[in-house]
């Protein structure tokens, strides 16, 4: 009997157990040893609290798609559905406002919708914002577009630890819906499953798009490689997720650490290092949310909270504080267009259009204020 050594995943990435099971005789011949009976409770406990393998083809760390007639992206919502639905339905994503998730219908026929991440926590209604975007992309599907619906470090902290104080209004919010708090960590049930599959990052055409921004000068397939490796490792805990400098947590207002745009400072300028990020990454322009308050530049040009703001045409910030738990602004959407040349647009919920952005003109900043509450 040969039984070969196995790494297993431990729960909520706690590292892995690696073992070389022995065998020993008595006289009734080949016997386990207590090696491989506690060799089988661990793949049991393992198997019982993450479930099966991700499928990485499936559910991909980054999504591709090669072009899209026109692109929507959203910022962080954290749990305020009324005002994200205001805003999808100014951006002419869906129809009339909904009362609740089943009431939204897909308006916006082949186009592609990509959000940001960190849906859950600072509001009252994280559940109907996740099932509002997982409607929306069935629909989507149906009519020839798609909802791209990424992780945010909201998403990827709750997964590493669903009882750390950070997620205790989203977890407050389960137990209300009768939803198993432990087993959503484990990746099971329906927001389970959901949230354990979410991409990390997507690249549309020549726009890439991504909770943090910072992709680290990797391509997308060194990208997707520490990405899927990390996550197989170490779970959500991953560096690669919840570390400093990573696509999820880098931070461009400082709070105790370096933006991560001046990470080739005083070399190398806050241009020079984006357009060799996107170079590597084979695209045009980044798109990140996770920053809503004021970002100030190397050069002094500032960013003010609640602003749909790029920078250089490469940087582009969307996170403008929507939710009521943050209430910088009352949502706004980034809408891409190209027809008559590539155009980036902010659109209010009140109908405002502000042009960020476009092929002819190339403006080295753009901003929209922040959009009326």
């Known amino acids: 009997m040969d039984i070969p ?12 157990v690696s073992s070389e099971p022995r065998l020993s005789r008595s006289g009734n011949g080949k016997v386990l040893t207590m090696n491989i009976r506690l060799l089988v409770a661990a793949v049991f406990l393992c198997v ?31 749990s305020d559905f009324k005002r994200l639905a205001r805003a999808m339905v100014a951006a002419r994503i869906i129809e009339a406002q909904p009362l609740k998730p089943e009431d939204a219908h897909w308006r916006a026929g082949h186009a592609v919708l990509v959000t940001t991440g ?17 409607l929306l992309r069935t629909e989507a599907r ?16 709750f997964l590493a630890d669903p009882s750390a104080p950070k997620g205790r209004e989203f977890a407050r919010q389960l137990k209300a819906a009768n939803i198993d708090l432990n087993e959503v ?28 921004g910072n992709a680290g000068g990797r391509t997308v397939a060194q990208l997707t490689a520490d990405l899927q490796g990390g996550v197989e490792h170490d779970g959500f805990r991953t560096k690669h997720l919840v570390g400093d400098d ?47 308050s004021d970002v100030v530049f190397a050069d002094g040009v500032k960013r003010n909270h609640g ?3 790029q920078r250089f045409g490469l940087l582009f910030l969307i996170d403008t504080g929507m939710s009521e738990g943050v209430d910088d602004s009352g949502g706004a959407v980034l ?39």
Not at 190 to 196: H, N, R, S, V, Y
């Open 335 to 373: 809408h891409i267009t190209f027809q008559g040349g590539e155009k980036a647009t902010a659109i209010c919920p009140d109908g405002k259009s502000t042009l960020l952005w476009d092929s002819v003109s190339k403006p080295d900043t753009g901003r929209a204020t922040a959009c009326a509450k």
């Open 118 to 134: 960190d849906m859950i926590d600072k509001g009252p209604r994280a559940l109907d914002v996740l099932r509002l975007l997982m």
């Open 5 to 16: 050594a196995v790494s297993l995943p431990l729960p909520h990435g706690r590292g892995s």
């Open 48 to 78: 019982a609290a993450t479930g099966a393998p991700r499928d990485w083809a499936k559910y991909p760390a980054v999504t591709q798609i090669a072009s899209a007639e026109e692109i929507f992206a959203i910022g962080d919502a954290h």
């Open 246 to 292: 990573s696509i999820l947590e880098s931070r461009l207002n400082g709070e105790g650490r370096k933006p991560w745009i001046d990470a080739g400072m005083p070399d190398r300028g806050e241009r020079e290092l984006l357009a060799d990020y996107a170079r590597a990454l084979g695209v045009q322009h980044f798109v990140e949310g996770h920053v809503p």
């Open 142 to 157: 149906r009519a020839g577009g798609d909802v791209v619906i990424l992780a945010g470090n909201h998403e990827a902290e």
């Open 185 to 212: 960590g484990a990746c099971k049930g329906e927001i389970g499953e959901f949230l354990c599959s979410l991409s990390f990052a997507a690249r549309v055409g020549d726009w890439f798009f991504s909770h943090g």
């Open 307 to 309: 602003e749909m703001f």
